[in-house]
């Protein structure tokens, strides 16, 4: 079983930034993956970013790479996703996933087992 926690959402204006925190527990394994996706009303989910519980490889959707960053935090079981230069479109209920059979398929949402309860990010014009 693991246990996935996000948070760190919020509102921010077009062009700020955030960081969001997904802290995983449990009996987690090097190499499990970790992803990110969100949920929006008029696109659905979309896979964001995934990294390797040991921090690496990345993984990033063209959509956001070069704006958003994946990495291991400081803090134990922590991943973050840092938000750069954030657009109105990037609004969304944002998911932390743990993917415990990593077999490449990384932006597959049914890949991945374990979900946390999503945090909100909102970007306003």
């Known amino acids: 079983q693991v246990h996935v926690v996000e948070s760190g959402g919020g509102s921010v204006q077009a062009g700020g930034s955030l960081t969001l925190s997904c802290v995983a527990s449990?009996?987690?394994?090097?190499?499990?993956?970790v992803g990110w996706f969100r949920r929006s009303v008029t696109k659905g989910l979309e896979f964001v970013a995934a990294?390797?519980?040991?921090?690496?490889?990345?993984y990033y959707d063209a959509a956001v790479k070069g704006r958003f960053a994946i990495s291991k935090g400081s803090a134990a079981n922590t991943v973050l996703l840092q938000l750069n230069s954030l657009e109105p479109e990037d609004t969304a209920v944002y998911y932390c996933?743990?993917?415990?059979?990593?077999?490449?398929?990384?932006?597959?949402?049914?890949?991945?087992?374990?979900w946390g309860q999503g945090t909100q990010v909102t970007v306003s014009s």
């Open positions: 449990g009996r987690i394994r090097d190499n499990y993956l």
């Open positions: 996933a743990v993917d415990q059979e990593p077999r490449g398929a990384w932006a597959d949402d049914d890949e991945y087992y374990y």
């Open positions: 990294i390797g519980w040991n921090g690496g490889p990345t």
